[in-house]
């Protein structure tokens, strides 16, 4: 019964932070590009993954550091330090006196223990709360980017063919610098104008298919 309340506490937290970290990028992509987050609202299931996608990245980098910081940890420094003060009684004695500087030699009682352990979950409940908040900061400064850097390509006519659609709005043609689409509707920018329309994702948007190898070579 245990493991499985921790199982769900664990899924409950695993999809509240996808779910907030893809927000939080998406809502810096709207801002930059000053779409409507009304008219591009999601689906629960493309917040997830959008989430999931947004953090692979950071998150691989942060078990990189924590896994390379624990290697050298364990396999370089601890033993330096275990063979330091197995080295003399000298060495033992700098121990002993360091760790009553900070600790002290006073006995602790029940009740202050107590209030010690109390105050360390609060400071540590404190820390993941400031975590989290800057994390929710990187991820929209993230969709910010994002935003600025299709609007500057835009802006410099440097829009690939892939990038580009054609869609019929109000009976009339549009080809539009593709920008996203949420549950129901899309999002494109005029290439002239800088208009930027919506339109229902049942009216549908087709876009010009270019091979990779028939791109690289017309590049070249």
């Not at 917040?47 to 050298?72: Q, R």
């Not at 900061?137 to 829009?159: I, T």
Request: hydrophobic share 40%; glycine share 6%.
């Amino acid at each position: 019964m245990g493991k499985s309340i921790d199982s769900a506490i664990f899924l409950a937290v695993c999809t509240a932070l996808l779910y907030s970290w893809s927000t939080a990028n998406y809502h810096g992509f709207l801002i930059a590009a000053s779409l409507d987050s009304d008219m591009m609202e999601r689906s629960f299931h493309q917040v997830i993954y959008g989430g999931l996608i947004v953090s692979f990245g950071p998150i691989l980098l942060m078990l990189f550091i924590a896994s390379l910081s624990l290697y050298f940890w364990s396999h370089a420094i601890l033993p330096s330090y275990i063979d330091w003060v197995r080295s003399s009684v000298r060495s033992k004695r700098r121990v002993i006196k360091f760790r009553r500087f900070w600790i002290g030699k006073r006995i602790t009682p029940a009740i202050e223990k107590q209030e010690k352990s109390r105050f360390n979950r609060i400071a540590l409940y404190s820390l993941s709360g400031v975590a989290f908040i800057l994390s929710l900061v990187y991820f929209e400064n993230k969709g910010q980017q994002q935003a600025n850097e299709v609007l500057e390509k835009h802006m410099a006519s440097d829009n690939s063919p892939g990038s580009m659609i054609t869609v019929s709005i109000n009976k009339s043609e549009k080809t539009l610098r593709y920008l996203g689409c949420g549950a129901k509707n899309c999002a494109g920018i005029e290439k002239k104008s800088n208009k930027v329309y919506y339109f229902p994702q049942s009216v549908g948007y087709s876009y010009t298919y270019f091979p990779k190898n028939v791109t690289n070579a017309s590049s070249g």
